[in-house]
């Protein structure tokens, strides 16, 4: 792992496959969060903490956020965000931070949409003969750099089942459609799920 500090608010830490498999930890486990993701996070600041001072104070809000830097390493970014008081925000001098139910909407919204990493398409045909099509409301697939990737939204409350399907044949990958979309190629931009599952029967 390399921790490099960008300012006293916001650290930067860049983590590879190895780094992971060490902990015993896959990409997927990341979305939905979980008590082991958290156990992650904290041994992550830790780790921050010690080697460049960058430290959580008790009335500071966490924002993480990941990123791909290649087929075997990604980037988490951590960012403080300090308490803004009521005056603060009516006066103008700082920004007016999104209300806890908005953060609450937009994190929801990160773990219906999950993107799934498969170096074999075989394996990502046979995942999708596996789930139940009221699972996910949409669903479109990829490739880039010779890998394949399966971008859906999970149906609301379904979000875990998936990923716990999904988890057995591939890697969840911290990174939006939109990215494939101008990088990759498109190969099945509807119901890729549902035409997958048909070539398995």
């Known amino acids: 792992m390399r921790i490099k500090k960008i300012n006293d608010d916001k650290v930067q830490i860049i983590i590879t496959n190895q780094d992971l498999e060490e902990r015993d930890f896959k990409k997927w486990e990341l979305m939905p969060i979980t008590p082991k993701a958290q156990e992650l996070f904290q041994d992550l600041l830790d780790m921050a903490y010690h080697e460049c001072g960058f430290e959580l104070e008790d009335d500071s809000q966490l924002i993480v956020e990941a990123y791909p830097l290649s087929g075997d390493s990604f980037v988490i970014v951590m960012t403080k965000i300090r308490p803004v008081t ?36 075989e394996d990502c045909i ?40 999904f988890g057995e044949y591939g890697e969840w ?14 190969l099945i931009l509807r119901e890729a799920i549902t035409n997958l599952a048909c070539i398995k029967r």
């Open 173 to 186: 990958v911290p990174l939006d459609e939109e990215f494939f979309k101008e990088h990759g190629k498109a």
């Open 126 to 165: 046979q995942v999708c003969a596996r789930i139940d099509p009221i699972f996910v409301d949409r669903s479109a697939l990829y490739k880039y750099e010779d890998q394949y990737y399966l971008a859906l939204t999970a149906a609301m409350e379904k979000d875990c089942d998936v990923a716990a399907v």
């Open 86 to 121: 009521l005056n603060e925000q009516l006066s103008g001098l700082l920004p007016n931070y999104q209300l806890d139910d908005e953060k609450e909407d937009m994190e929801n919204e990160r773990e219906l949409n999950q993107v799934w990493c498969f170096f074999d398409l």
